[in-house]
């Protein structure tokens, strides 16, 4: 099965900062990758697909990149509504797999 | 708009079999390509994928929990169920389930909490 480690797995930022959490497997999954936000009590909530396409509806300071097994969520202007968890999550094969969270928290 | 939302015991005994119902709106899980998945969160942590079925009926399971889960779809009431037998208090979490389409799942319904104890 295909495992995947996110890091860090917490960070403190400002507003106005650029946030950069990492994704990466333990084998090779083309871009067969997805990056979610939870916020707390809610559920995830889909921000990025294949890796660096922007899902409808979600601002443009997400950005995603990487191919093969590393992966970048990037923030480009921490907003306070970002405040939250991210998973990355591949579906390259079966068992899908997520990764274990980094939580971005207020500095 | 896709809405989804699960139903079923919030509170569970030890060796008792969890019955979770995926209720959704928006889409139809006849359509070519379309699945709806479950995945849980213990409290205070991580996600955890668990099974997924597709519109022609393909079933997938965690390995983990293979033995103990069944998943259905009752595509006329736009429905799925999941079953898990044996709970353990370990099983306790929050129980989503989303819609998938080209492999992402989106969007997930509310979540529903279920504890497992004696």
């Known amino acids: 099965a295909i495992q995947m480690t996110q890091s860090p797995s917490s960070l403190s930022a400002s507003v106005g900062d650029r946030v950069t959490i990492t994704c990466r497997a333990s084998?090779?999954?083309?871009?067969?990758l997805g990056w979610y936000q939870q916020k707390p009590g809610k559920a995830p909530k889909l921000l990025i697909y294949a890796a660096s396409s922007l899902q409808s509806g979600v601002p443009s300071r997400f950005s995603g990149s990487g191919s093969g097994t590393d992966f970048t969520l990037t923030i480009s202007s921490l907003q306070p509504e970002d405040f939250a968890t991210y998973y990355c999550?591949?579906?390259?094969?079966?068992?899908?797999?997520f990764g274990q969270g980094t939580k971005v928290e207020i500095k | 708009q896709i809405t989804l939302k699960e139903s079923g015991p919030t509170l569970v005994k030890p060796t008792q079999t969890l019955t979770l119902t995926c209720t959704f709106s928006g889409f139809s899980l006849s359509t070519s390509g379309v699945g709806v998945g479950w995945i849980r969160q213990p409290p205070g942590k991580a996600l955890e994928w668990l099974a997924l079925i597709y519109w022609d009926d393909d079933k997938r399971y965690s390995p983990s929990l293979k033995s103990r889960l069944t998943i259905t779809k009752d595509t006329s009431k736009n429905q799925v169920v999941l079953t898990m037998t044996n709970m353990d208090p370990v099983d306790t979490a929050t129980y989503y389930c989303a819609h998938m389409v080209e492999s992402w799942f989106d969007p997930w319904g509310q979540g529903t909490l279920v504890t497992v104890s004696s």
């Open positions: 999550l591949q579906d390259y094969n079966y068992p899908l797999a």
């Open positions: 084998q090779g999954i083309r871009n067969d």
